[in-house]
């Protein structure tokens, strides 16, 4: 459905954007003290507009966070660009609408309420790179940088704070940090990690080791490498607000969290979007991931202490949004098969990805587009078939289980050694998706339950994951009705244009109409399927063109709540501007 499965970014890659909690230090800054807030606006209730929040909230993209476009010599994006994902988020186009604040002001390290963070960026941010490049194995994404450079080790510390941040005395509004949970926005007082060990050789054919194995750390090893999100930008976001003198303080001498920090700055308004990476956590780690609101009750009293220590802080104003449904995003894999083949253009559906992968594979063999086609779909039923045998992954002959990117990927290549070895009658029933105890797959000794989260989910863990999905939706309306805090349904807009049908999914597929060749799809932009334009590289986090559809929601439940919002949404002509250079949307 998307190019050849070497398209496929690697699931850890988008990790790199969840989160923590370990044992490492943090400490201040030393030296810096934040100026006065800027309004930027003739509306007094978006005087001091703050944004609080996660990676989504950051304007995080395709596995890193980055202020300034840069460029790197292996980008095929002209001029070997790698984009700056910060400023296209949806809180800095809100602002934007609201304020009046310029596209070249949020940039501008000068004027900017960003912490924009320089180059290369924090994270790993994938570029697309050519396949024939000696140096990727064949895959035309790449990261930009190691995500274990010196710089994103820089990023653990106060005294790499200077360097991380190109504007590191200014009071940014935007102090959201990419990994958070809820309960660490109000409890995360330092960095709850260190980095890992540092790279070994040079990009890019350089390695990051994986976290070591040590006693005093609760998530040593593998859990320790998906939680270490919110420690490396803990201090990039917030180093100007924390205390020079008193550790995990603020320069007030409250808590050091980030909730506690927007409230220094005594906000007029603020948004607080909240819980992705408490279900990502849960999800990708097989449920083992005990740093998340699991227990009943437990988000619900998380957001709700956030938007009152909002509000008590001057916010006469709060918006509050919920979760999208994650096993609708493009990062996971729905198994068994499809009710019609129209669904293949607007959900990630395992066989419609198969068939398409393969389709391609075999027409670079030279094989005519209709028999490539025809011999896809009967390799594409075996593979999944043969998968919904292995009952110890907890597969039923049903669409209620999902591979993840990686298991996607891993099963792919898997299949393609297979057909090569005997295109006439592939054992497509030696695939695995459970490693071995040191990681490797297949193997001669799979462990068992080993893959689940990080490769696949079973139909009884999906249906946890959907169930704690709703449950925290559940709790933010809760929260948002409580504190009278307005609440924005993210859900439904993910939701609708997911389903293919209604005023959501009409307003995305509306952005370029035309039919796209390359898919079949009968409009080239946009839909939540991999690479057609709502989400960025990394399958989670949205492209700019899915930010500014996400800041309209934003726009319309604020000004339905408060009457004195006012803020005018995005015009079609402003996101027509904006898809018409987003990178990560098909032209």
């Not at 186009?93 to 924009?116: C, D, I, K």
């Not at 019609?340 to 607007?346: F, K, N, R």
Request: one cysteine or more.
């Amino acid at each position: 459905m998307k190019m050849t499965y070497l398209t496929k970014t690697l699931a850890a890659l988008a990790v790199a954007s969840l989160a923590a909690c370990g044992g490492g230090g943090g400490g201040s800054t030393g030296s810096l003290t934040p100026s006065a807030p800027k309004a930027g606006t003739t509306n007094p209730l978006f005087a001091t507009f703050v944004g609080v929040g996660d990676s989504l909230t950051a304007g995080y993209q395709a596995g890193g966070l980055l202020g300034a476009n840069t460029t790197n010599p292996y980008s095929v994006f002209p001029g070997g660009l790698v984009p700056a994902t910060q400023e296209n988020g949806y809180w800095a186009l809100m602002f934007e609408q609201a304020t009046g604040m310029s596209a070249a002001q949020m940039a501008s390290p000068a004027t900017s309420v960003l912490p924009l963070i320089n180059a290369p960026g924090i994270g790993a941010q994938l570029i697309p790179v050519s396949p024939s490049s000696p140096y990727f194995g064949g895959a035309p994404f790449a990261a930009s940088h190691p995500s274990c450079d010196s710089f994103n080790e820089s990023a653990f510390s106060a005294a790499g704070f200077p360097s991380i941040r190109a504007n590191p005395t200014a009071a940014v509004l935007d102090v959201a940090v990419p990994g958070i949970t809820a309960h660490e926005a109000v409890n995360m007082v330092n960095p709850l990690t260190g980095p890992p060990p540092p790279q070994v050789g040079t990009y890019p054919t350089q390695t990051c080791s994986p976290y070591l194995p040590m006693s005093t750390d609760a998530t040593a090893g593998g859990l320790q490498s998906l939680v270490s999100g919110e420690s490396s930008l803990y201090i990039p976001i917030l180093g100007q607000y924390l205390s020079q003198t008193a550790p995990q303080k603020l320069s007030n001498g409250q808590p050091a969290t980030m909730v506690n920090a927007a409230a220094m700055l005594k906000p007029t308004f603020a948004t607080v979007w909240l819980g992705a990476n408490d279900l990502l956590k849960f999800a990708f780690s097989g449920g083992k991931a005990a740093m998340v609101d699991s227990q009943p009750g437990q988000m619900q009293a998380d957001i709700t202490l956030a938007v009152q220590t909002l509000q008590k802080a001057g916010a006469q104003g709060v918006a509050v949004a919920n979760l999208p449904t994650v096993l609708q995003t493009p990062q996971f894999f729905r198994g068994d098969f499809p009710a019609s083949q129209a669904l293949c253009v607007t959900q990630n559906w395992l066989f419609c990805d198969l068939a398409s992968e393969i389709t391609g594979g075999l027409i670079a063999q030279g094989v005519p587009p209709a028999t490539a086609a025809a011999t896809a779909q009967t390799y594409a039923t075996g593979i999944v078939k043969a998968l919904e045998a292995h009952t110890a992954y907890g597969f039923n002959a049903d669409s209620n289980w999902y591979l993840t990117e990686t298991g996607f990927l891993v099963a792919l290549g898997q299949a393609n050694a297979l057909i090569q070895a005997n295109p006439a009658n592939p054992n497509f029933a030696a695939i695995q998706l459970d490693p071995n105890a040191t990681g490797q797959i297949p193997s001669t000794a799979p462990l068992a339950g080993s893959g689940l989260g990080a490769l696949y989910l079973g139909d009884t863990f999906a249906a946890a994951v959907n169930s704690m999905n709703s449950t925290f939706n559940t709790d933010i309306a809760a929260a948002a009705s409580n504190t009278g805090a307005a609440l924005v349904d993210i859900n439904a807009v993910f939701s609708g244009i997911y389903s293919g049908t209604g005023p959501y999914f009409a307003q995305a597929a509306s952005i370029n109409p035309n039919p796209n060749p390359a898919t079949g799809a009968p409009f080239t932009c946009c839909s939540l399927v991999f690479n057609q334009g709502l989400l960025s590289f990394d399958g989670l986090h949205p492209s700019n063109t899915g930010y500014a559809l996400i800041a309209n929601a934003f726009i319309q439940a604020i000004d339905t709540k408060y009457t004195n919002a006012n803020i005018p949404p995005l015009s079609a002509a402003q996101i027509q501007a904006i898809y018409a250079t987003d990178p990560y949307a098909p032209h």
